[in-house]
C-alpha cells in the first residue's frame, strides 16, 4: 500500500486542497540529525513554532519514540497526525533508514506506535515524499529533493506521487551515489562551494532523465546553495515543506 491523491490536484489549486474541516495537523519530519514539530491549521498555516531536539543516537525506535512522546507532550492541540520518516514506509511500517541504522527499521509498525502515543490518527510516509507534498502545484511532473543528512527525493505526476523513489541511493559518480556525494558530511568536508558545484552537476544529470516540469529543492542545506539555478528549480524551507501533512491527510489516501 502506498499513498495516493483522492483527488487529481490538476483540478485542484492548493488553496482548493486545503482542508475544510478546520482540523489541526501535528506534522512531525524525523531527519537523521534533528526531530521536528509544527502544528498547522486547515491551510497549512503553523499555529507554532517549529519544535526542534536532536535525534537520539544510537536511533532506535524506542529512543525515537521516547523523543516524540517527549515532544508532543510540548504542542498545542491537534486532531490528527503526519509523519515524514527517512527511509522507505509503505502502509505505515518501515523498511529502511539508512541515516538511523538500517536493521532496527526493517518491518517496524511505527504508524501504529505512534498512534498509541498521541491517541490520534496518523499517518506516515517517506519525508521527502512528505515534504514535496507541501510544495508542489500539482501540475506536470514535479521532483521534490531534500538536501540534509542523506538525500531525498519524492517524484509526483498531476499531483500523484510515486513513493519510495530512493533516487539519493543510485550509483552516481566515481562509485558514489547521489546521496554519497551531496549529504551533510559531505558539505561540511568539501564545504559549501565545491558542495554547490556537485549540486548543480546533480541537476544537469536529472533534467534529461526526469524531464521534470519543476525540479523543487528542500532540505536544512538547500539555503546553502551557491550559483544561479535554472529557471525550472525552486527552493524551498523545512517550514515550507512540512506543509506537506495537512496536503497528505487532504489529498492522499491509503491503497
Ligand atoms: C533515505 C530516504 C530519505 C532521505 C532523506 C535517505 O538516506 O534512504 O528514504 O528520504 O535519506 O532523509
Redesign the pocket.
Known amino acids: 500500500m502506498s499513498l495516493e491523491p483522492q483527488t487529481s490536484p490538476s483540478h485542484a489549486s492548493p488553496d482548493q486542497a486545503a482542508d475544510s474541516s478546520g482540523l489541526r495537523t501535528l506534522t512531525i519530519d524525523i531527519?537523521?540529525t534533528g526531530i521536528k514539530m509544527l502544528v498547522l491549521d486547515a491551510n497549512a498555516k503553523a499555529v507554532n513554532e517549529r519544535a526542534r531536539t536532536l535525534t537520539p543516537k544510537p536511533a532506535t525506535p524506542e529512543a525515537l519514540l521516547a523523543v516524540i512522546k517527549t515532544m508532543v507532550a510540548e504542542q498545542p492541540a491537534f486532531d490528527r497526525v503526519a509523519v515524514?520518516?527517512?527511509?522507505?514506509?509503505k502502509r505505515g511500517v518501515t523498511f529502511?533508514?539508512?541515516?538511523l541504522g538500517n536493521d532496527v527499521w526493517l518491518r517496524f509498525p511505527l504508524q501504529e506506535h505512534i498512534e498509541a502515543i498521541v491517541g490520534r490518527p496518523v499517518l506516515v510516509m517517506?519525508?521527502?515524499?512528505l515534504q514535496g507534498y507541501g510544495v508542489i502545484v500539482g501540475k506536470g511532473v514535479e521532483l521534490a529533493l531534500?538536501l540534509?543528512?542523506?538525500?531525498?527525493?519524492?517524484l509526483y505526476v498531476d499531483g500523484r506521487l510515486v513513493p519510495?523513489l530512493?533516487l539519493?541511493?543510485h550509483p552516481w559518480k566515481k562509485e558514489k551515489t547521489y546521496?554519497e556525494r551531496l549529504?551533510d558530511a559531505e558539505l561540511t568536508e568539501i564545504g559549501k562551494k565545491r558542495w554547490s558545484a556537485r549540486v548543480l552537476e546533480m541537476i544537469q544529470q536529472l533534467e534529461p532523465i526526469f524531464n521534470y516540469d519543476t525540479l523543487y529543492i528542500g532540505?536544512g542545506n538547500a539555503e546553502h546553495i551557491k550559483g544561479d539555478l535554472p529557471a525550472n528549480v525552486k527552493l524551498f524551507s523545512n517550514v515550507e515543506g512540512m506543509a506537506g501533512g495537512v496536503k497528505l491527510w487532504t489529498t492522499a489516501k491509503l491503497v
Do not use: W, Y
Open positions: 531527519g537523521g515524514g520518516f527517512p527511509g522507505i514506509v529502511s533508514a539508512a541515516n517517506n519525508d521527502a515524499d531534500t540534509g543528512t542523506g538525500l531525498g527525493a519524492g519510495n530512493e539519493g541511493h546521496e549529504c532540505g
